[in-house]
């Protein structure tokens, strides 16, 4: 329902990425919004070492959603966001990575904005940025590729289908988000398409974070080695990428140089 100035004056909601979990990858502007918030409504992807940086009155308020498990379904979080923002509270809605980047920001913007509440989007360090960091490559590179693609392996639907023909061209990249259910039906699409088997797929795990893990494996291996790896963080498929250390194994000539 629209706010009643006369009642309470609220302030903006603001919309705030975490990153990927490294507390030090956070932004000032988004450690001042959580050292100021009066309640925080977070992500479960959200690390503790991010939450633990709010302020000491501040109020915690689980939100997390989980890819063909237990959630917090999206009307109840729109209404927990505009629930607290009417009583005039400080809020912050705080989400892993980017709020940009599959946040399901326009749907709570929605909300918030039908409300008669006013808000703010701090942006934050998406995890494809972290991860690809890790593998020590870059997302584009001068003779490789000129466009880079953030996907998701799932959405409202299922498993989310995408322009398979484009990805599976030789140059192809991708940072794949919420994959590993996903990967077999990834791989199916890749190959039907044209794909090379041999492309080479790194999942990174927990980027940024101390319990970072990086798997190597080909587009032909890829849901074996998941099911080997048993990962259980977030986890981000880079899709035409491996590390560099296995990139200067395959090119000696490029060691004598260095």
Same mark, same amino acid.
């Given at each position: 329902?629209?706010?009643?100035l006369?009642?309470?004056?609220?302030?903006?909601?603001?919309?705030? $990425?975490?990153?990927?979990?490294?507390? #030090?990858?956070?932004?000032?502007?988004?450690?001042r /919004? @959580?050292?100021? *918030?009066? !309640?925080?409504?977070?992500?479960?992807?959200?690390?503790?070492?991010?939450?633990?940086?709010?302020g000491s009155q501040?109020r915690?308020?689980?939100?997390?959603?989980?890819g063909? $498990?237990?959630?917090?379904t999206?009307? #109840?979080?729109n209404?927990?966001?505009?629930?607290? /923002? @009417?009583t005039? *509270?400080? !809020?912050v809605?705080?989400?892993?990575?980017?709020?940009?980047?599959?946040?399901?920001?326009?749907?709570?913007?929605?909300?918030?904005?039908?409300?008669?509440?006013?808000?703010?989007?701090?942006?934050?360090?998406?995890?494809?940025?972290?991860?690809?960091?890790?593998?020590?490559?870059s997302?584009?590179?001068?003779?490789?590729?000129?466009?880079?693609?953030?996907?998701?392996?799932?959405?409202?639907?299922?498993?989310?289908?995408?322009?398979?023909r484009?990805?599976?061209?030789?140059?192809?990249?991708?940072?794949i988000?919420?994959?590993?259910?996903?990967?077999?039906?990834?791989?199916?699409?890749?190959?039907?398409h044209?794909?090379?088997?041999?492309?080479?797929?790194?999942?990174?795990?927990?980027?940024?974070?101390?319990?970072?893990?990086?798997?190597?494996?080909?587009l032909?291996?890829?849901?074996?080695v998941?099911?080997?790896?048993?990962?259980?963080?977030?986890?981000?498929?880079?899709?035409?990428?491996?590390?560099r250390?296995?990139?200067?194994h395959?090119?000696?000539?490029?060691?004598?140089?260095?």
């Open positions: 329902m629209p706010r009643d006369h009642m309470t004056q609220t302030l903006p909601v603001a919309f705030v $990425g975490a990153g990927p979990g490294d507390p #030090d990858l956070l932004t000032v502007k988004a450690l /919004a @959580l050292q100021e *918030a009066d !309640v925080v409504i977070h992500d479960r992807l959200v690390s503790a070492e991010i939450l633990a940086l709010v501040t915690l308020r689980n939100a997390g959603k989980e063909f $498990g237990p959630s917090v999206q009307t #109840d979080i209404a927990m966001i505009v629930e607290e /923002a @009417l005039g *509270a400080r !809020v809605r705080l989400k892993s990575g980017d709020p940009t980047v599959f946040g399901r920001l326009d749907e709570e913007l929605d909300a918030v904005i039908l409300a008669g509440l006013d808000y703010t989007i701090v942006p934050g360090l998406t995890s494809a940025s972290a991860a690809v960091a890790a593998l020590g490559q997302l584009t590179k001068r003779g490789r590729n000129t466009a880079v693609r953030l996907i998701t392996g799932h959405d409202m639907q299922g498993y989310a289908d995408h322009d398979w484009a990805l599976a061209r030789e140059d192809g990249v991708a940072a988000y919420m994959a590993k259910k996903a990967a077999r039906f990834i791989q199916g699409r890749l190959l039907m044209g794909a090379t088997p041999s492309t080479p797929v790194t999942i990174v795990e927990n980027a940024s974070r101390p319990d970072q893990r990086i798997v190597s494996a080909t032909a291996t890829l849901p074996a998941l099911a080997e790896s048993g990962f259980t963080g977030p986890a981000l498929l880079m899709y035409g990428l491996e590390p250390d296995a990139v200067a395959a090119l000696p000539q490029v060691q004598e140089l260095i």
